[in-house]
């Protein structure tokens, strides 16, 4: 079946950056999404990008796709202490009727 | 508006009991989906509903059955609970399946002795 694959784990300092990486099988993934998971909660969808894009901007998170790698990226600028959650990459294809998730990265932003 | 909304939060039971997991969208939604998330493994597709009065099975439907009783409401149940299906159990919204993006519940924390 379709995978999609995640890094588990990243560290970064109040204020800087942040780079969450994910990379896909599905060539014909349509949608790729980023969702939000803090703890004991549930997911919150941040963003998501269609395929015929290669990036999406919207406040301080920027997402780019590289379709010929099969990557997608997450940017997180001027990191804060509440972006401390798990960030899940997720995508569907054309006339795929499941979202096929990675298995998070946790996001520890130090102050 | 509440969105997506599951109950209980929170449920422990003994191996071979029954229970159901209820969930309810007010975004007039047509499908729904069920989820479960084991620590490393992301979320894997357990049932979904395109549309009202229907489902079909996703990765990993052994031991559960799914209810679509009307467009708001999608129930899962565990006939004979098993320790392998203590997880967390989402609930999730789209207007359409296939593209169109999902809204989740906050999810129930089952443990299975």
């Known amino acids: 079946g379709e995978d999609v694959e995640q890094s588990l784990f990243l560290s970064v300092r109040e204020g800087d950056s942040s780079v969450i990486n994910c990379t896909y099988t599905d060539s014909s993934s349509t949608y790729l999404y980023w969702y939000k998971q803090e703890p004991g909660a549930g997911l919150q969808l941040l963003t998501y990008?269609?395929?015929?894009?290669d990036m999406k901007q919207d406040q301080r998170l920027t997402v780019l796709l590289n379709k010929k790698d099969k990557h997608l990226s997450l940017r997180i600028a001027d990191t804060q202490t509440g972006d401390s959650a798990i960030y899940l990459c997720?995508?569907?294809?054309?006339?795929?009727?499941?979202?096929?998730f990675g298995g998070g990265t946790r996001l520890m932003v130090k102050p | 508006n509440a969105g997506v909304t599951q109950t209980p939060k929170f449920q422990v039971l003994k191996t071979g009991q029954s229970m159901t997991l209820q969930c309810a969208q007010d975004?007039?939604?047509?499908?729904m989906y069920w989820y479960r998330q084991d620590p490393g493994m992301g979320l894997r597709l357990i049932y979904y509903s395109a549309s009202e009065g229907t489902t079909d099975k996703g990765e990993v439907p052994n031991g559960y059955n799914v209810s679509r009783l009307n467009k708001r409401e999608f129930s899962l149940r565990l006939e004979s609970a098993a320790p392998s299906q203590t997880s967390v159990y989402f609930c999730a919204s789209s207007g359409r399946t296939g593209g169109d993006t999902q809204y989740f519940g906050p999810g129930t924390r089952l443990t299975v002795l």
């Open positions: 975004m007039n939604h047509n499908s």
């Open positions: 997720a995508e569907t294809g054309n006339a795929g009727n499941m979202l096929t």
């Open positions: 990008i269609f395929s015929n894009m």
